[in-house]
């Protein structure tokens, strides 16, 4: 079935690093999603991409999707201790498939 | 509701009993979907109901597992003969109409533990 591989599992960056997880998918997808889950918490909505080559920014996170709606990427810039917790791509394909998630560690 | 509401919030319960966790989506929101989240991993797609239609149950793990939703609205999780591998956190997310760019909202979630 429809599935998205997402890279890394974890990354530890310093505060003020930069930080980038990627998403990728065997097929075409419709669209796709982004979710952070805090620690303890619950999966909250960040953005969807719809458009090939699509960009969005979100103050210092950026979210791009692939020309060939293929692959999507989310870059934050200098990291702060709040951007700490897991990051999901999640596909649409009629249902919505999550990818294993990031987990961002940022160290103060 | 103004939130996705499950409960319980936690659920201890010895192997082999039955377990039922609720889920009450937005009001108005057609489409619901079940995930499983065990401990540090990610999101396991279980079951997804669209309005009227027949449900995606093609990630229900076993035959133990099994959730209706009546009168499209409230949900309700079965986990039948529980095992030790069924401990994780069940989360309920519900999103406003069938598919295409639809936004999903996560309740809190059920943390299942079997002893």
């Known amino acids: 079935g429809q599935q998205v591989m997402q890279i890394p599992q974890y990354q530890h960056v310093q505060e003020g690093e930069d930080f980038t997880t990627y998403c990728n998918s065997s097929t075409t997808l419709s669209n796709i999603q982004w979710y952070k889950q805090r620690p303890g918490g619950h999966p909250v909505f960040l953005i969807q991409?719809?458009?090939?080559?699509e960009v969005k920014k979100q103050k210092r996170l950026t979210f791009q999707f692939g020309e060939a709606k293929k692959n999507s990427s989310l870059h934050i810039t200098a990291t702060q201790t709040t951007d700490v917790g897991t990051y999901f791509c999640?596909?649409?394909?009629?249902?919505?498939?999550f990818g294993q998630g990031t987990t961002l560690q940022v160290k103060p | 509701g103004a939130g996705v509401s499950q409960s319980p919030s936690n659920k201890v319960t010895e192997k082999g009993k039955d377990v039922e966790l609720r889920c009450d989506p937005i009001?108005?929101?057609?489409?619901l979907y079940w995930y499983r989240q065990s401990l540090g991993q990610g999101l396991e797609f279980l079951i997804y109901f669209q309005g009227n239609s027949a449900p995606d149950k093609s990630g229900l793990p076993s035959d133990r597992f099994s959730a209706e939703r009546t009168g499209g609205s409230v949900s309700t999780l079965t986990i039948q003969r529980t095992q030790q591998e069924d401990s994780a956190v069940y989360l309920c997310?519900?999103?406003?109409?069938?598919?295409?760019?639809?936004?999903?909202?996560f309740g809190a979630g059920s943390r299942l533990t079997v002893l």
């Open positions: 999640c596909s649409n394909t009629g249902k919505l498939i």
């Open positions: 991409l719809v458009k090939s080559g």
């Open positions: 009001s108005g929101h057609t489409a």
């Open positions: 997310a519900s999103s406003p109409r069938y598919s295409g760019a639809n936004v999903l909202t």
